[in-house]
Nanobody, 124 residues
Framework: QVQLVESGGGLVQAGGSLRLSCTASGRTFSIYTMAWFRQAPGKEREFVAAINWSGGSTYYADSVKGRFTISRDNAKNAEYLQMNSLKPEDTAVYYC?????????????????WGQGTQVTVSS
């Protein structure tokens, strides 16, 4: 099992920045990809960004490309999401997720492990 704990959400004005953190514990050697998903009220959970644990390849949703940056610190078993130029439409609960090598990185059903979620609210 892998446990994920997120932190860093909050309230920010449009144009501002936030940094989310996620720390993994447990069977972290089984992690191949870590990602961030988000879910706004009344909407489906959507892919935000992903990073491969070994090579560091990164992937982004078109809606956040150029504004968000995903990174990792293998020594700390942690991943981060730096969010800049935030927009009101970025408002959602953000979830950290981890999976093994199987499945598509952009499909939430591919992920076996999830954090508890952290609220990000962007005011206009």
């Amino acid at each position: 099992q892998v446990q994920l704990v997120e932190s860093g959400g909050g309230l920010v004005q449009a144009g501002g920045s936030l940094r989310l953190s996620c720390t993994a514990s447990g069977r972290t050697f089984s992690i191949y990809t870590m990602a961030w998903f988000r879910q706004a009220p009344g909407k489906e959970r959507e892919f935000v960004a992903a990073i491969n644990w070994s090579g560091g390849s990164t992937y982004y949703a078109d809606s956040v490309k150029g504004r968000f940056t995903i990174s990792r610190d293998n020594a700390k078993n942690a991943e981060y999401l730096q969010m800049n130029s935030l927009k009101p439409e970025d408002t959602a609960v953000y979830y950290c997720a981890a999976k093994d090598i199987s499945g598509r990185y952009y499909t939430w059903t591919s992920y076996d492990y999830w954090g508890q979620g952290t609220q990000v609210t962007v005011s206009s």
